[in-house]
């Protein structure tokens, strides 16, 4: 609409200065009509450049996610840029479960994303996305034909996965996946895990020589797991460190 009111400003403006016979009422009238085009054309930029009419709306949603490779639990980041402001995070929805190609945040700049690690039963990622919206049917009747209604403004990505998941850059993945597969790093697993779990079960018969089957099988599981657990924290830590 404000578009059709400069045009038709201006167009009355010319008439008024130029056909109407008698000049004084016709200039009169010309500078009334520049004027509200001038008007009109101020309120259309700053429209345009500060969001005239217009207020930021924050949406908030919440959604579960899964780790991209089934079956672990593990959150992905993948870099793309050096200053680290282009990075994105890779997973999967349970609707996206099954698509070959797992699920992205953005890459902006005004996009933030955030990795809180505590007891949460369930993994999530919470987008909380601001945008401009006009305030009322009147700026969006008056400044729509702008067609800048919901611009984007920025938006904050909060992923929130329990304390034995793992967050990992694509790359540091990637070189997990291989040292966990080198037959050299499985045989010395098994020499460490089979020392380690002597070394537990030893003790745990010092303490208490009469431990039953059941028990002494019991004390042998719980330090195959707590085995697992460290050399792969290690690893990882090992990992991490390499630049």
Not at 39 to 52: A, D, K, R, T
Not at 195 to 218: F, G, I, L
């Given at each position: ?108 700049y005004n996009v933030k ?69 080198s037959k050299s790093f ?18 745990a018969m010092q303490t ?36």
């Amino acid at each position: 609409m404000i578009l059709v009111s400069i045009l038709i400003c201006a167009g009355l403006a010319y008439y008024f200065a130029v056909f109407l016979k008698n000049k004084k009422v016709g200039y009169g009238l010309s500078f009334t009509f520049i004027a509200l085009f001038i008007i009109s054309l101020v309120l259309l930029v700053s429209n345009e450049y500060g969001h005239f009419g217009m207020q930021k709306v924050d949406d908030e949603k919440t959604y579960q996610i899964q780790s991209v490779q089934k079956g672990s639990k593990l959150l992905l980041k993948k870099e793309l840029g050096t200053s680290g402001k282009e990075d994105v995070y890779v997973y999967r929805t349970p609707e996206t479960a099954n698509k070959k190609k797992p699920t992205t945040t953005k890459v902006d700049y005004n996009v933030k994303n955030v990795v809180k690690t505590g007891n949460y039963s369930a993994a999530t990622l919470t987008k909380k996305t601001t945008r401009w919206e006009y305030k009322n049917d009147f700026y969006s009747f008056l400044f729509g034909i702008s067609d800048n209604n919901k611009e984007f403004v920025k938006q904050t990505n909060t992923f929130k996965v329990g304390k034995d998941w793992l967050v990992l850059t694509t790359t540091q993945a990637s070189q997990l996946q291989k040292k966990m597969k080198s037959k050299s790093f499985q045989a010395q697993m098994k020499q460490d895990g089979a020392a380690y779990v002597k070394a537990a079960v030893t003790k745990a018969m010092q303490t208490n020589p009469s431990m039953s089957a059941d028990q002494q099988k019991q004390v042998t599981q719980q330090a195959e797991k707590a085995f697992k657990a460290e050399a792969q924290a290690k690893l990882i830590q090992e990992i991490k460190s390499q630049k």
